[in-house]
Every structure is written in structure tokens, then in C-alpha cells.
Nanobody, 113 residues
């Protein structure tokens, strides 16, 4: 079993940056693929970025070149660095462990002037 806790969301102006964190308890994140998803109001939850246990990364086309997923195995934490944020990035962002089928509670990101 694993519990995931996200943090780092907030209100930012267009063009700004935020870094989201997802810390796991009860398991070792480095052994498993981890992912970030987001869900905007009235829309389906969508995959944003994925990092495998080997460190390979994958991104949605909408965030390529702007977002970076990474992990700190010593801290059992996965990060999502978000740069050049756009209003359309506004959503609740969720950390997800495919291996455990576990979701975090989500953290809100709002991009607005």
C-alpha cells in the first residue's frame, strides 16, 4: 500500500512557474513508474507526465518543453516543474502510482492575471 501527498499548487500569472511535489509513504517510489495527471473543470482527467523506475520520461504534447518530471529517490518524492504556464494549464493536479492504483488528493494550480 502507498499514500501519496501532493503540494506546491497555487495561483500564478501567465508565464510564471510552479513546482509540484508528490511524497509517498509506505512504499519506495524509485521502484515504480509514477505519473502526474490533471483535471480541469468539466473535463476528463488527463495524463501530463510520466517517469519510469529507470528514469525515462514521457509528456503530453501540450506540456512538452515546458514541464519537467523528476524524482528524488532519497526523499521518496516525485516533482513536476512547470514553466511558462498558460491559463489552459489551470487544473487540479494529481500524483498517481500505476503499480498501486493509488491517487493523491490533488493540488490546485490556477494560472491567471
Amino acid at each position: 500500500q502507498v499514500q501519496l501527498v501532493e503540494s506546491g499548487g497555487g495561483l500564478v500569472q501567465p508565464g510564471g512557474s510552479l513546482r509540484l511535489s508528490c511524497t509517498a509513504s509506505g512504499s519506495i517510489l524509485s521502484l515504480h513508474t509514477m505519473a502526474w495527471y490533471r483535471q480541469a473543470p468539466g473535463k476528463q482527467r488527463e495524463s501530463v507526465a510520466t517517469i519510469t523506475s529507470g528514469g525515462s520520461t514521457y509528456y503530453a504534447d501540450s506540456v512538452k518543453g515546458r514541464f519537467t518530471i523528476s524524482r528524488d529517490n532519497a526523499k521518496n518524492t516525485v516533482f513536476l516543474q512547470m514553466n511558462s504556464l498558460k491559463p489552459e494549464d489551470t487544473a487540479a493536479y494529481f500524483c498517481y502510482s500505476p503499480y498501486f492504483g493509488a491517487w493523491g488528493q490533488g493540488t490546485q494550480v490556477t494560472v491567471s492575471s
